[in-house]
């Protein structure tokens, strides 16, 4: 949907054609004022030029103002709208396999301000070009002799300005793609920074950021290059245009077919013309600013996946059902073909080694993912026919290292109060904040199990049918997991739950266990009859081990 004009906008479409307007007449004008002179009819023949430079100066000091002034305004609604683009695009697969979250930052960053310029650039350009055709038309006035001496130079510039377009447009989308991918590899490298220097590998992962600037060097000097190369044969064709009018306009004027004042004019309206010539900045803006378009439509080209209307039948239980589900990264496959049905009201814990596909199983239900085959559904309607906030209001997650949102704690804890805190065993924490509920997110040092209990917290804030853990309460010690664990039990009764275990005693307590391997169904059965199975112990055996050294 185009955005409306703002002032800066409309004042910069005022000042840009009003600035052109007073330009080109200035040299008309001059010729006037100098005719006035030399046949001694002073007068007010310095009036009008004085008022036009005038009017020149205040609009062009006017666009000067509104140039990054209205770049500014469409960078701001540019990263509003992809932000909330990529909002709605939800985790469910749309952007899986797409770019990675820095190459995401950089083109909500980089590339969303290229575009914010597009407009004073286009305006820019088009206003040198009708400057230009305005002069022609002006030598064409004086004489068809002095048009026709400048459109000697009008092709090879035409030639020039379209190569120069040709060669910087892909030249700064390499860039951006570049750039993108150093945001990409930092972003990736600060997420692990921890790991990293505990296997002091700070040379070798610096290295691996960087390995990209050879590119972004080269891009950046072939686009010099190009605008090196450009500027000065604009210079040199720019003179050359200028003399040969001006030697045009001194014969008229020894032959007596020009006045005196004809020539200023002549000179000024060659100037102008050839301006065109000497866009070489004008142009790398737009061409900049095509590449960052270009960039951002990519992901506003992404359609958000399709939500329905329908409604959960009151009363369910709670009963989530796959069928032939199928979760695949291009060409591998990560999960299914998988058929499981987890009964209304009962807790089944997900286990399998790691890669085995629990999480991303998890993840089906609130549709974090879609799958690529098949069908999830929840008291028999099918998840991807919920609307947004039927799905929200029937299934909740906690994760192992739970994201909040918001400007404080009370914020974060979306709805939670002190009986959702005290069963999530946070009070305790929370009443030792400076501030308390109002402590700003960003004063927040938590463990990592004090972030889950503040997870558990908002999550049992909503009353939803699915309960998902996906690895909640890792981050606990055991006294303190059993305490959360005796809560959770009691606040989600009734409540269908699936539970990523990494520990024995999680199995132990759920009604039943799905037993993963290798993204397939396994077994689903009750943890004590699975235990006579050595593979299924020795997969809890190595959950375990992974869950202690995480």
């Not at 080109?24 to 004008?29: D, E, I």
């Not at 960039?295 to 209307?309: F, N, S």
């Not at 918001?406 to 914020?411: E, F, K, N």
């Not at 305490?483 to 959770?488: D, G, S, W």
Request: aromatic share 4%; hydrophobic share 50%; with cysteine.
């Amino acid at each position: 949907m185009p955005r409306r004009p703002t002032g800066w906008t409309l004042a910069l479409g005022i000042a840009l054609p009003v600035e052109a307007a007073t330009t080109l007449a200035l040299p008309a004008v001059l010729a006037g004022a100098v005719d006035a002179v030399l046949s001694h009819r002073t007068g007010a023949a310095l009036a009008l030029p004085a008022l036009l430079l005038l009017t020149a100066a205040v609009a062009n000091a006017t666009a000067a103002a509104a140039g990054p002034a209205c770049s500014a305004e469409a960078t701001a609604a540019l990263r509003g709208r992809l932000l909330r683009h990529l909002l709605a695009l939800g985790p469910g697969g749309r952007l899986h396999g797409g770019p990675p979250p820095g190459d995401l930052a950089a083109r909500l960053l980089g590339s969303a301000a290229d575009a914010g310029g597009r407009l004073p650039a286009v305006l820019g350009a088009a206003t040198a070009l009708l400057t230009s055709i305005g002069a022609i038309l002006g030598l064409a006035a004086l004489s068809p002799w002095l048009a026709l001496a400048f459109f000697a130079g009008v092709l090879p510039g035409v030639v020039l300005i379209r190569l120069f377009l040709r060669q910087a447009g892909p030249v700064f989308a390499r860039y951006q793609e570049v750039q993108a991918e150093l945001a990409a590899r930092l972003s990736g490298a600060l997420t692990g920074l921890r790991s990293i220097h505990a296997a002091r590998a700070e040379h070798r992962e610096a290295a691996r950021v960087l390995a990209p600037l050879p590119d972004l060097s080269a891009a950046g000097h072939a686009l010099w290059a190009a605008q090196r190369r450009t500027a000065w044969q604009a210079t040199l064709l720019i003179a050359l245009v200028e003399i040969a009018v001006l030697a045009t306009a001194g014969a008229l004027l020894a032959d007596g077919t020009l006045a005196p004042g004809a020539l200023a004019a002549a000179a000024g309206w060659a100037a102008l013309g050839a301006g065109l010539f000497e866009q070489v900045e004008a142009l790398v803006g737009v061409a900049q600013a095509r590449a960052g378009q270009a960039r951002v439509d990519e992901l506003l080209a992404l359609a958000p996946a399709p939500a329905g209307t329908a409604a959960l039948p009151a009363g369910g239980p709670g009963e989530v059902t796959l069928r032939g589900v199928v979760v695949r990264d291009g060409e591998r496959l990560l999960l299914g073909p998988l058929d499981l049905t987890v009964p209304g009201g009962r807790t089944v814990a997900l286990v399998g080694r790691s890669g085995s596909g629990k999480s991303l199983l998890a993840a089906l239900p609130g549709r974090l993912r879609d799958p690529d085959e098949g069908a999830v559904l929840i008291d028999g309607v099918p998840v991807d026919a919920l609307s947004p906030a039927g799905l929200r209001d029937a299934v909740g997650y906690a994760f192992a290292r739970p994201d909040l949102v918001g400007r404080t704690v009370r914020d974060a804890l979306a709805g939670a109060g002190p009986a959702e805190a005290a069963a999530a065993c946070a009070d305790g924490f929370l009443a030792r904040l400076p501030l308390g509920w109002d402590t700003p997110l960003d004063e927040l040092q938590l463990s990592g199990g004090e972030l889950q209990r503040l997870g558990l917290a908002r999550l049992l804030a909503r009353p939803t049918r699915v309960v998902v853990l996906d690895d909640a309460t890792s981050g606990l010690d055991l006294a303190t997991e059993y305490q959360v664990t005796e809560a959770l039990d009691r606040a989600t009764h009734g409540r269908t739950r699936l539970v990523v275990a990494h520990r024995a005693t999680v199995a132990a307590r759920a009604d039943l266990v799905a037993w993963l391997d290798a993204g397939r169904l396994r077994a689903l059965a009750p943890h004590t009859r699975l235990l006579t199975h050595p593979d299924y112990r020795a997969t809890l055996s190595a959950t375990t081990l992974q869950a202690a050294t995480a």
